[in-house]
Each structure stands twice: as C-alpha cells, then as structure tokens.
C-alpha cells in the first residue's frame, strides 16, 4: 500500500480582482468546503515547524524539506480550538521562539479531489493554492497535473524566487504590516 504523506502543491499571488473572480468561480464549480480565519505561528526551528488556530481546531504541523518546495513530507496532529495557547507554551517552553505571524481568511474547496485555497492574509496578499497529497511515486505526476490545471485558470505559476523574497520581506516586517 502506497503512503499518500506528501504535500503537492503550486501556488500564485494573484490580484484583489483575480481573488474575486476566482472565489465566484469555484463557488460555481466546485465544492464548498469552508471558510475560516487562521492565525499561524512560525517557529525558529531547523525544520518548518508550525501551530495554528482556525475557527474550528488548533493544530501543531511539520512540514519537512524547504519552504516553498513543490512537494514535502507533512505531519500534522489536531487539537481543540481552545489549546492553542498551550502549543504556544510548550514551544516557547522548549525554547523555539516566533519568528512570523500570519493572519490569514481562508476559503476552501474541492475541486475533482483536489483541495484550493483562496487566500488573503494580513500584510502578505491574496493568494491561490492547489494541493494535492500524495505518494512518493506519483508525486511528480501529481505536480504536473497541478500546473496544468492552474494553468486552465489561466494563472502563472509565481517563481519560488518571488516567494522567497517575499516571505523574507514579511518576516522581516510582518510587525508593522500586520
């Protein structure tokens, strides 16, 4: 049996009028999933590691390989909404400290089993992002069929430079853009 444990993934900044359009789009043709406001902490940690808060759960997640990487191993454990603020301790009790906030509204759907996002966050922008898990095997193929439908959208694929350098930015000042 396959571990379907990695994270595909291709994403684009998009313009306030392409975040519009596209959430009238998938609402058409797409299932709704949810829409929900997250707060995510960023921790100085060799790996990406992270916690988060949403209107319905917290959770604690790992996400191993680089930042911005097309596809990564992902380990993710729920708690309630209500323990965020003990996540946030016990990292800070092992020492790790925040090095970002994020404040972001999310909208997600389920596009023919494949999960997008429409994001806004405080500070960064609007973005799109299609996401896809899958196994070790069929990773590549499942990148490719990520472009093209992001590609069908009509969308560019942002370069990983672009968000780099802007996750950079933002780290740097996310104090005073948020």
């Not at 790992?62 to 380990?75: F, N, S």
């Not at 896809?132 to 990983?160: A, F, G, H, Q, R």
């Amino acid at each position: 049996m396959k571990m379907v444990d990695i994270e595909v993934e291709i994403r684009s900044f998009i313009s306030e009028e392409n975040y519009i359009e596209l959430l009238d789009y998938f609402k058409t043709n797409a299932k709704f999933i949810n829409k929900e406001y997250q707060e995510t902490y960023y921790f100085d940690s060799e790996q990406d590691l992270r916690i988060q808060k949403s209107n319905n759960y917290s959770k604690v997640w790992l996400k191993k390989g680089k930042l911005h990487d097309d596809h990564r191993e992902e380990i993710e454990i729920k708690v309630p909404v209500n323990d965020f603020d003990n996540l946030n301790n016990l990292f800070l009790a092992l020492n790790y400290n925040v090095n970002i906030k994020w404040f972001r509204t999310r909208h997600t759907f389920d596009w023919n089993n494949i999960s997008v996002m429409i994001d806004y966050t405080k500070g960064y922008g609007y973005i799109i992002e299609l996401e896809k898990m899958s196994s070790e095997l069929d990773k590549l193929n499942d990148l490719e069929l990520l472009k093209n439908l992001l590609n069908s959208l009509n969308i560019k694929e942002t370069p990983k430079e672009d968000f780099n350098k802007k996750y950079e930015f933002y780290k740097t000042n996310w104090k005073t853009l948020v």
